[in-house]
């Protein structure tokens, strides 16, 4: 199973400003997503982190407000641009391989004021 | 696009008691896994189950494919089991999770 980190943990950010979240998995994986939990609710997915190339983004998410970089095989940023109060939420990436389960990192818990 | 519909959305339990927690999907699915997210909002691996039954300690999983539903068992509940039990699936080789609205169960003292 693959081990994730994520940094920072948790961030109180003012408006107006951008954060940048880093995952971290402990071996290559082919598969690296970024999912938002609003407070109360449920996961919803972002974009999947493709390597080497633009990332996918789910309709309602889109690339100047969730920019996100996947340099290599284990490594992947998702940045929050611009923040809002609505942006306040749990980020967490994840991580499978084909055909196999996902893993899920502790989650990033962010707070806009 | 596929929907995932969990039932109870609330459940309280004496500890000690047995429970079954329900995903119904809408649509053929290659993956079902079911998470429990603790107080701290960690996500944790239960069961990777797209058919058939599993079972883990006190835990135990059924998929039905056929009939598009599966559920989770919980035997004699502690108070570490409470928190929120979510359903996901995926309809693809991408990966991609679509997640149900979650169980929040409570197990009291």
């Known amino acids: 199973s693959a081990v994730i980190s994520q940094k920072p943990s948790r961030d109180i950010c003012q408006r107006g400003t951008s954060l940048t979240i880093q995952c971290q998995v402990d071996?290559?994986?082919?598969?690296m997503f970024w999912y938002r939990q609003q407070p109360g609710q449920s996961l919803t997915l972002i974009a999947t982190a493709n390597q080497g190339s633009e990332a996918t983004y789910e309709s309602g998410f889109v690339i100047d407000k969730f920019p996100i970089s996947r340099p290599n095989l284990t490594f992947s940023t998702l940045t929050v641009s611009n923040m809002s109060p609505e942006d306040s939420s749990i980020y967490l990436c994840?991580?499978?391989?084909?055909?196999?389960?996902?893993?899920f990192g502790p989650g990033t818990r962010l707070t806009v004021t | 696009g596929i929907q995932v519909e969990q039932s109870p959305p609330d459940l309280i339990l004496q500890e000690g008691a047995n429970s079954t927690l329900r995903c119904n999907f809408s649509d053929s699915v290659n993956n079902l896994q079911w998470f429990h997210q603790n107080p701290w909002g960690q996500l944790i691996n239960l069961f990777y189950i797209p058919s058939g039954t599993k079972q883990n300690g006190r835990l135990s999983a059924t998929t039905v494919a056929t009939e598009r539903y599966s559920l989770l068992y919980i035997s004699s509940s502690q108070t570490t089991d409470s928190g929120v039990y979510f359903c996901?699936?995926?309809?693809?080789?991408?990966?991609?999770?679509?997640f149900g609205q979650g169980t929040e169960l409570s197990v009291k003292p």
């Open positions: 994840s991580a499978s391989d084909p055909g196999d389960e996902q893993y």
């Open positions: 071996s290559q994986v082919t598969m």
């Open positions: 996901a699936v995926g309809i693809n080789q991408g990966g991609k999770l679509i």
